[in-house]
């Protein structure tokens, strides 16, 4: 768990505890404006990156092509495509790893390549020239896919460039050290060996511990299993991806997981008048993650809240991840880091920025051979990595393989 006394970290960084005194928490806790900054430079949310966006704004980058390679894997969650995208440019590759969800995003990627500024450049006019939405296709719907998976994928993959082209790290530019990385592993519930599945990991990687999804239907009797383990570190309602997804939306439910789990971290509740109270008692463990798109995007939720998930390819450009972590780390908030089923350079990217600005948070970005089936990872004897992993020991571009 978080250690509630604990400060340590990279110089600057927030403090690592995820629970604070807070007893007005609702109604006290308040929103600076949004960031300004002179350079006309904006991202798709209109955010021009601040201080750590500066640092690494005028780095410069030659492209002299892309590339793309389709990656495929069957999971729990079903089929998921995700497609690596490499920049090459005076000798060096930048790779990045676009995580858009519907499938049918990455046919034409695939198929026709990508269209992205060239020459020399530097990152923020890299920024300013690639065009994410022109292409991407309607989803399988029929709706247009939202370009924020894409457009961090891209422009991770010219940061990375622009860095092994100098090279140097993101660390290095930064002046940050890479920490020993935190990490848990995710867990859903919805099946009815969840219990088995958490024992026999335990017993391959002992103090593993887990980001748990909580089902529809909640078993009171395997709550009390996993609690009794001290092993969950997050419970994720998943109250923002539609009305058929998620736990139900039950004040004695928020509090029974409050009360079961009382050192957790939960995330995505609902907010309604039947469940502020209990969210307002316990509000320094509520975390959000889908409802975050962009730093004023804090603005839009209930409260500023006290720990929160960052998931890079939610936010899509670089200046707008940059602009969310200075004002989460001005507001002393504590971090930890999310998944999106990265198979390739999507989860090093995120375990880097992880390293370097929230290493000791309950970090979903286990590596990705946690993504097998326990049954494929513990029968073919596969040596799984432990929590912390070491970080890189000669890092270039972002900084973690």
């Known amino acids: 768990m978080f250690d509630h006394a604990s400060t340590e970290g990279p110089p600057g960084s927030a403090p690592t505890s995820a629970l604070r005194p807070n007893p007005e928490y609702l109604t006290n806790r308040t929103l600076s404006g949004p960031m300004t900054d002179d350079d006309p430079h904006t991202d798709d949310n209109g955010e021009t990156g601040g201080e750590t966006y500066d640092a690494l704004r005028t780095l410069p980058v030659t492209v002299e092509k892309s590339t793309v390679e389709g990656l495929h894997v069957a999971s729990d969650r079903g089929a998921l495509e995700r497609t690596v995208v490499k920049l090459h440019g005076a000798g060096h590759t930048g790779v990045g790893e676009d995580v858009t969800w519907d499938g049918a995003a990455h046919e034409p990627l695939r198929a026709e390549g990508l269209t992205v500024p060239t020459g020399e450049q530097t990152i923020a006019s890299f920024a300013d020239g690639f065009d994410a939405t022109a292409q991407l296709p309607t989803g399988t719907g029929g709706e247009q896919v939202d370009n924020s998976a894409r457009r961090w994928a891209v422009e991770s993959a010219a940061l990375d460039l622009a860095l092994k082209q100098r090279g140097e790290s993101l660390g290095s530019v930064l002046g940050r050290e890479y920490a020993p990385l935190s990490f848990v592993t995710s867990l859903s519930l919805d099946t009815h060996d969840a219990m088995d599945t958490v024992r026999r990991l335990r017993a391959a990687v002992p103090g593993l511990e887990f980001k748990v999804d909580v089902p529809a239907d909640p078993d009171d009797a395997l709550f009390a299993d996993l609690a009794d383990t ?13 009305p058929d997804t998620g736990a139900p939306v039950e004040p004695a439910l928020y509090r029974r997981i409050f009360e079961t789990f ?77 998944g999106m089923f990265e198979l390739d350079a999507g989860r090093g990217h995120s375990q880097a920025l992880a390293s370097l600005f929230y290493p000791d948070g309950p970090n979903d970005l286990a590596p990705t051979v946690y993504h097998r089936s326990v049954d494929d990872l513990l029968g073919e004897g596969v040596a799984l990595p432990t929590s912390p992993l070491d970080p890189p020991a000669n890092p270039t571009g972002i900084g973690w393989a």
Request: net charge negative; hydrophobic share 45%.
């Open 230 to 242: 001290g092993a969950v570190r997050i419970l994720d309602l998943k109250g923002h991806y539609g």
């Open 262 to 338: 009382p050192d957790a971290i939960v995330e995505d509740p609902v907010v309604t008048p039947e469940t502020r109270p209990v969210l307002a008692e316990y509000a320094e463990r509520v975390s959000w993650d889908a409802p975050l798109k962009s730093a004023d995007s804090l603005g839009d939720l209930p409260w500023e809240p006290a720990v929160s998930n960052v998931k890079p390819s939610r936010f899509g450009g670089l200046a707008s991840v940059c602009a969310f972590l200075d004002r989460a780390l001005a507001a002393e908030m504590a971090l930890y880091g999310g």
